[in-house]
């Protein structure tokens, strides 16, 4: 018996140190291309907006009723915090028909658990949230490719939305204007 309870305060203590030293908690993801690392569920007031907005709108009028039955399917979101306030965000990846032909499609919906609003939408390859702000916002890079160019754009909150910053264009084979 003494033994049990010698294990019992001794896994207790073990977990406690963990929670202490934060190794409970997954670090948030900042990069996204084709997999999200720790999946959120999408609320139906998120996917309210997510499917009144370009291009899910008319991408979501043209699929056949079987797609349409579970519009949480098309989507896989992450949790972020683009503000230093406790506030819940999403950046979310279209699945299946909820992504261009050559690229993905990302939403970021601000404040997901109270009023969601999505605040960018953008094509690309992959996408950053970076760690410099904004208006209080993290800014968010985009990186679009193809075997011949590759374009980067940052966006910048403007106090509704975020907005292009800048767009940077290379083409392969030319030399960037300096």
């Known amino acids: 018996m003494r033994l049990l309870r010698a294990v019992f305060l001794g896994l207790s ?20 291309s084709d997999t999200i690392q720790h999946p959120a569920s999408l609320s139906p007031e998120v996917l309210k907006v997510l499917l009144a907005s370009h291009p899910a709108k008319e991408t979501f009028e043209i699929l056949n009723e079987s797609e349409k039955h579970d519009p949480s399917q098309l989507f896989q979101a992450a949790e972020v915090h683009l503000t230093s306030s406790n506030e819940v965000d999403l950046v979310v990846i279209g699945l299946g028909p909820m992504r261009g032909a050559e690229n993905r499609w990302f939403w ?3 404040t997901a658990n109270k009023t969601p609003q999505v605040i960018l939408f953008s094509g690309g390859d992959s996408l950053e949230v970076t760690d410099k702000k904004t208006h209080g916002y993290k800014d968010i890079g985009v990186v679009w490719m193809s075997s011949l160019e590759t374009e980067t754009s940052v966006y910048q909150f403007d106090g509704t939305l975020y907005k292009t910053r800048t767009l940077n264009n290379l083409k392969i084979g030319t030399t960037p204007n300096p």
């Open 13 to 32: 203590f073990a977990e406690m140190v963990f929670v202490a030293y934060g190794q409970t908690t997954p670090p948030e993801q900042k990069v996204f």
């Open 108 to 110: 970021v919906v601000r």
